[in-house]
């Protein structure tokens, strides 16, 4: 099956830590992202990527880093200076066919520090 | 500070009647939007989406309207069903902005059996 892989589900982390998480996907697809969910509201982007080896900052990337070493594989990195870490992560990936801009979703990894 | 504890706004409709969910996008530029359905715990799944030349497009039980002139978005779901509960977000896209996706705030749909 194609798709989009988060792992893992539940993640928990101590105050100071890095954190990795991870996103695989087997669709092809050229551009990947991060955003990050919050109670009650939409998804913020936090990072994106159309091409391996390049990436650009989304609208709250402070506190947070990635790679693109592989185009099935985007992972993300909320490391310590990230000051509210605590959040639902989602990955999507997507073609860069500008006939459709729709985004596939992986099913999160809900990341608690405390 | 930071706001804590938004509420969604929130939508309840009872078994078998027509749910409209309404979105105001922000870019009157955008040439692309698109409906996606979250469950709780989830991540978001595609609906149905739309180009900016186009003011309805249907899917199976699903409408989309756009109305450009007030930057209006909204999804219709027909004879909702206990199964549509869940979290409805629109999102739009602008030329100038490659694949991003920009998320509106998001509808809860409560559906009473």
């Known amino acids: 099956d194609g798709g989009i892989t988060q792992s893992p589900k539940y993640l928990f982390r101590k105050e100071g830590q890095n954190v990795t998480l991870s996103c695989e996907q087997n669709?092809?697809?050229?551009?990947m992202y991060w955003y990050r969910q919050d109670p009650g509201q939409g998804l913020r982007l936090i990072y994106y990527?159309?091409?391996?080896?390049?990436?650009q900052k989304g609208d709250i990337a402070e506190g947070y880093s990635v790679s693109r070493e592989k185009k099935e594989s985007f992972p993300l990195t909320v490391t310590s200076a990230q000051k509210n870490p605590t959040a639902f992560y989602l990955c999507?990936?997507?073609?860069?066919?500008?006939?459709?801009?729709?985004?596939?979703f992986g099913p999160g990894t809900r990341l608690t520090v405390t | 500070g930071e706001s804590v504890g938004l509420h969604l706004p929130t939508l309840s409709v009872q078994e078998g009647d027509n749910s409209i969910i309404n979105c105001a996008y922000s870019?009157?530029?955008?040439?692309?939007f698109i409906w996606y359905k979250q469950e709780s715990g989830k991540g978001p799944q595609f609906i149905i989406d739309?180009?900016?030349?186009?003011d309805k497009r249907q899917g199976q039980r699903v409408t989309v309207l756009l109305n450009k002139t007030v930057k209006h978005l909204s999804l219709q779901i027909a004879a909702t069903q206990p199964g549509d509960s869940a979290v409805y977000f629109c999102a739009e896209n602008f030329n100038n902005q490659g694949g991003k996706l920009i998320f509106g705030q998001g509808t809860e749909l409560s559906v009473k059996p």
């Open positions: 739309i180009r900016s030349n186009m």
């Open positions: 990527s159309q091409i391996v080896n390049d990436f």
């Open positions: 999507a990936s997507s073609t860069t066919d500008t006939r459709s801009y729709e985004q596939y």
């Open positions: 669709l092809n697809h050229d551009a």
């Open positions: 870019n009157s530029a955008s040439d692309y």
